[in-house]
Nanobody, 119 residues
Framework: QEQLVESGGGLVQPGGSLRLSCSAS????????MRWYRQAPGKERELVAG????????NYADSVKGRFTISRDNLKRTTYLQMNSLKPDDTAVYYC????????????WGQGTQVTVSS
């Protein structure tokens, strides 16, 4: 059964850091681009970062450039999101998503992990 499981969320003070992890199972990990999305209360889900499976190339939302870093370990079938210099506006549920490299409509989603940035 295809599954994505996120972990690493929590409560952090402004300026702090968190590292999210997304563990994949049940599908061929290297055939998928991995993305992190987030959804804040009352807002639409937005793409935060993505990483290609073959080249390792990355892309980021303007709001997180220079603060967040996405990475993946194909042997461990895990994707990471290192989040530094966190702001209250980063508060959201963060979702991991696997997008098939050839059939872009073919996706798997995790259940989400809550990140709260507050003093």
């Amino acid at each position: 059964q295809e599954q994505l499981v996120e972990s690493g969320g929590g409560l952090v003070q402004p300026g702090g850091s968190l590292r999210l992890s997304c563990s994949a199972s049940g599908f061929t990990f290297r055939d998928y681009t991995m993305r992190w999305y987030r959804q804040a209360p009352g807002k639409e889900r937005e793409l935060v970062a993505g990483i290609d499976s073959a080249t390792g190339s990355t892309n980021y939302a303007d709001s997180v450039k220079g603060r967040f870093t996405i990475s993946r370990d194909n042997l461990k079938r895990t994707t990471y999101l290192q989040m530094n210099s966190l702001k209250p506006d980063d508060t959201a549920v963060y979702y991991c998503c696997a997008v098939h490299n050839l059939v872009r409509t073919h996706k798997y989603w995790g259940q989400g992990t809550q990140v709260t940035v507050s003093s």
